[in-house]
């Protein structure tokens, strides 16, 4: 309905000005043809004017043979006269009305003019020379009497022009005058046509108007329906701000008394009624206020397009106000208190997961059983601090805790931690940070200023500290702890890089015996690289068959014939040589590559002694070095089994004496009788050197003792030392276990350990460690040689 109105008010809009057109067209055609006749008329009286002057002219020049001077400036004057008519008739239209009159077919009329305005000023040139006397005495044809001739014939051409022009001027009028009428009639008959239009467009106006007014009157209905069936308040004030209809949502929104809220109410009072009857919540403000400041936004038309307001009993409200360009307004008000209630939860649910997460970043930042500073927190500390200032750190780890939590259980080993903990809270000083980075690893950041020499005096403190006996129940905790000690200066050196160089310091310490305190030095460094370097190359080494196993020969005591070999691990580093397992056996066990390493040992080892078996030479014996950790790994018992399938009771396993048989208990003996079923030789390296007891090494039930070359160094110089070595002889020979001397380096040393009853000797007096290749061409040359001493014999 909508659209039909628009469409039938604008073919009333195009029809009004189809009629100013038509009007327009109506002056403009009555302008014109009054216009035109007028100058039609003026033309006929200007030609008349003409006409008229010829005639004197011609009585003139008739009445006057030879002129003078008088008559002439008479007809001259007639002659300027008559041109004045011609001119006019010329020059006195516009361009428009030239126009005009060209297509009225006026187009002769004006040539005429021009030829006559041309003949005029000849004849008046003809007159001009008589006036002046010029032609007074000539004879012939510019005799005055011959002149008066040639004038008479101009001015009768020009008399003939003037009645030539007549005809012209009437046919222009009338067919101005059919054009008029013509245009009259076509502008009357559009006029006709309009007032029919516009008696048709108002009958349809009319109807028009009835549908529409059908159409709002359904439509107020159905507005009414839905403001009643609507659960939002819905309400319409006019330009003056009264309440023209609402709903009673609306009035129940609005007022704590919803009767109140009646048509013609303006939007203040409703307002002022509701705040006085308490159905808004004021929030600290005065009733006075809340109106003036609701007020001043009415006046000022400051309508947002959404407004909440709170009402009493913690309720709320979402006001929107909606203008049109009459000035009305609409406004809509929705209860939103469970959606405020909802985000009101879900506000303090997220605070409280805030404070969880701060708090739970707090403890990310410490560690949960000492509540030290964890890593992470000591990670950020020193990135900061070299930001912009010296560091000196000092980096602690205990030694013997393992033992701590296999003997004594973890909670001891938590206790021991603690105790660590609470040492280093005594003796560090406000600024230090004491952290845990670690299961026994402890870093001290020291404070700012603090120098390398300070940071060192700590350690020493606190390792007097850490030394004191601790008790767990009625039981004594022994443990101690190494100290590396390191300092860098801002822009020199990274968190990492200092954290590495207290390493090498503490792995220093380690090895010059534990319970010490080493700073960094410069040659740490160096070493620490090395380290590394060797770190990244050994994976690949293994992979690329650079560790190879060495042979070291062993004798009989007695014949010094090939009793065996002992199996060590090198590395053939392209750069560096040939590198002893010192330099890598710790880095395979820091990289988890001991059972790699294992592996590549055993592979190639017992292929070497195949190899040779086949050609012929038969080594006795073949002994590994293995320490009781690595016994014990779950891979160990199986990677044996399948390296080592044939001829077991040639092979044997040299465990390290250094860890005390008895600290590992039942496990490593399952281990080693496990090994002994496979059909493995057992011997226990090292012996005498570490702490173990002869009930230990009878747990073991070992095959051989190997004394320790520390003890046969002495022999020859010094009675004690054979002696020792005799009572390690008997007693092996008491338990029925062979004995294995290593580092016989002199003939002497050989007969002396061979005289005291040594089953087997080894020592850099028969060989050294060497490649297969060399251990092939001397076992080679060995047999040859023995060959001959039996066929000589």
């Known amino acids: 309905m909508v659209a039909v109105g628009e469409t039938s008010l604008m073919s009333l809009r195009q029809a009004l000005v189809f009629f100013a057109l038509i009007l327009a067209l109506q ?17 006929r009286a200007r030609n008349l004017v003409h006409l008229g002057l010829m005639h004197r002219s011609l009585e003139i020049l008739q009445q006057n043979p030879a002129l003078g001077q008088e008559p002439a400036r008479e007809l001259h004057g007639i002659l300027e006269s008559a041109s004045e008519q011609a ?107 309009f007032f029919v239009f516009l008696a048709r467009q108002m009958a349809r106006a009319w109807h028009l108007h009835s549908d529409q007014a059908r159409q709002l009157n359904r439509m107020s209905q159905r507005v009414t329906a839905a403001m009643g069936a609507s659960k939002d308040g819905f309400a319409i004030f006019d330009e003056e701000n009264r309440l023209l209809t609402c709903n009673d949502t609306y009035r129940e929104l609005s007022h704590s008394c919803p009767e109140k809220v009646i048509p013609g109410m303006t939007l203040p009072e409703i307002l002022a009624d509701a705040v006085a009857a308490g159905h808004y919540a004021l929030n600290g403000m005065s009733p006075q206020d809340y109106v003036n400041n609701y007020n001043q936004r009415v006046l000022s038309h400051d309508y947002r397009t959404e407004t909440q307001l709170e009402l009493s009993g913690d ?10 360009d009459f000035g009305d307004k609409v406004v809509t008000r929705t209860c939103i208190t469970e959606l405020v209630r909802n985000e009101r939860e879900q506000r303090c649910a997220a605070e409280a997961l805030q404070e969880a997460k701060d708090r739970l970043e707090q403890q990310s930042l410490s560690d949960p059983l000492t509540q030290l500073p964890n890593r992470r927190h000591l990670d950020r500390e020193l990135a900061r601090r070299l930001e912009t200032e010296s560091v000196a750190l000092v980096r602690i780890d205990l030694d013997r805790f393992k033992k701590i939590n296999d003997i004594l259980g973890h909670e001891a080993g938590d206790y021991v931690l603690c105790h660590v903990a609470d040492v280093l809270r005594a003796h560090t000083k406000a600024g230090d940070v004491p952290a845990r980075v670690g299961g026994d690893e402890f870093v001290v950041l020291c404070r700012s200023g603090t120098t390398l020499r300070q940071a060192e005096t700590l350690a020493q403190r606190v390792l007097e500290a850490v030394l004191q006996p601790v008790a767990w129940g009625n039981k004594r905790c022994n443990f101690g702890a190494s100290f590396g000690v390191a300092h860098g200066e801002p822009g020199t050196i990274s968190a990492s890089e200092l954290l590495s160089n207290a390493d090498a310091a503490l792995y220093r310490a380690k090895a010059s ?37 060495y042979y070291h020969t062993q004798h009989d005591a007695r014949s010094w014939q090939l009793a065996g070999v002992e199996v060590l691990a090198r590395w053939e580093h392209p750069d560096l040589g040939v590198l002893t397992p010192d330099k890598f056996l710790g880095i395979a066990k820091q990289l988890g590559l001991e059972a790699e390493l294992d592996g590549c040992i055993f592979d190639t ?113 010094s009675e004690r030392a054979e002696r020792m070595v005799a009572s390690v002889v008997d007693l092996a020979h008491t338990l029925d276990v062979k004995i294995i001397a290593e580092g016989v380096d002199t003939i002497e040393k050989a007969k002396t350990l061979g005289e005291i009853g040594c089953d087997i000797l080894q020592g850099f007096y028969f060989s050294k460690p060497r490649s297969f290749e060399a251990l092939k061409q001397n076992l080679m040359r060995l047999d040859r040689d023995w060959a001959r001493v039996e066929s000589e014999g």
């Open 27 to 43: 002056v403009g055609v009555s302008f014109l043809g009054y216009r035109y006749l007028t100058l039609a008329s003026e033309y």
């Open 87 to 193: 001119r006019w008739c010329i020059n006195n239209l516009s361009g428009i009305e030239r126009q005009g009159f060209r297509l009225l077919g006026a187009a002769p009329a004006f040539e005429i003019c021009e030829k006559g305005l041309a003949g005029a000023i000849h004849t008046d040139e003809l007159l001009l020379s008589m006036m002046r006397g010029e032609t007074a005495t000539t004879e012939g044809s510019s005799s005055p009497f011959a002149l008066n001739v040639k004038l008479t014939d101009g001015v009768k051409r020009l008399q003939e022009l003037s009645l030539s022009f007549r005809p012209y001027v009437d046919q222009v009028e009338e067919r101005l005058v059919r054009v008029v009428k013509g245009g009259t009639a076509l502008i009357s008959l559009c006029l006709v046509m």
């Open 315 to 324: 309720r709320h409200i979402i006001s929107r106000v909606n203008e049109t």
């Open 513 to 549: 015996g534990r319970a010490a305190v080493e700073v960094f030095t410069p040659e740490m460094r160096a070493q620490a690289l090395e380290e590394r370097a060797l770190s990244d190359r050994l994976p690949y080494a293994i992979e690329q068959g650079e560790i190879t196993p």
């Open 605 to 717: 080892a017992v292929a070497q002694m195949n190899s040779l078996r086949a050609e012929g030479i038969l080594v006795p014996r073949v002994a590994f070095n293995v320490s009781a950790p690595r016994i014990m790994q779950p891979s160990f018992i199986e990677s044996v089994r399948a390296r080592i399938p044939d001829h077991r009771e040639n092979f044997a396993f040299e465990i390290l004496e250094s860890i005390s048989c008895e600290d590992e208990g039942e496990a490593l003996i399952f281990c080693i009788d496990a090994l002994k079923d496979m059909g493995f030789q057992i011997d226990v390296d090292d012996f005498g050197s570490g702490h173990a007891s002869i009930n230990g090494v009878l747990n073991i039930e070992p095959d051989a003792l190997k004394i320790d070359r520390n003890i046969i160094f002495p022999l020859g110089k």
